[in-house]
């Protein structure tokens, strides 16, 4: 499968591309500056592309089967720029897929997205945009998994994770772990068309997302 990554650059992208090296999978990195794509090809990126979430992404994702958008302002960044890449840029990635006859979507976004409104007052912006991204995927018609990770760490990653519609207990989970259920719900029909809140636990990743 040729899947476009969108925040290939990031650091759970990073994690994504090296998971994605060993995976029968072609992984085409998005960048928005050129020097970056020697990088991202030693760690597993199969070609890099220039382009922008904020600008048209159509011809850099000609020919892909899938995307992958983990790309993120971050929730310490201001409003505008979450809503311009959290929000807009996602959605604008989804409407160029379903456009250009991309079926599948994988959506990175953050656990009680759903419930933005009762979201800390400085996360605030940075979940809305992310619960709205959400729920134009969700109404898009493509074949999708989002996936809501709890709060990210740089540990190593264990392969295991406790994961559900709705987790009512937050928790941590390192970076690498997501990239791997990224690419375990990228190869299981089982998550199709869900959405999983992620945090560490003691049940394998393939064995987690099989069981919903």
Known sequence: MHVFIAGANGQ????????????DHEARALVRHQDQGPELQQLGATETVLGDLEQDCSEAMRGCDAVIFTAGSGPHTGPDKTVDVDQNGAIRLVDTAKAMGIKRFIMVSSMRAEEAEKGPEKLRHYLWAKHNADEHLKNSGLDYTIVRPG???????????????????????PRQDVARVLLAALESEAASNRVFDVVSGDTPISEAISSG
């Open 151 to 173: 709060q990210l760490t740089n540990d190593e990653g264990t392969g295991k994770v406790t994961m559900s519609a709705r987790l009512e207990q937050f928790g941590k989970i």
């Open 12 to 23: 759970i992208g990073q994690h994504l591309l090296q998971e994605m090296a060993d995976s």
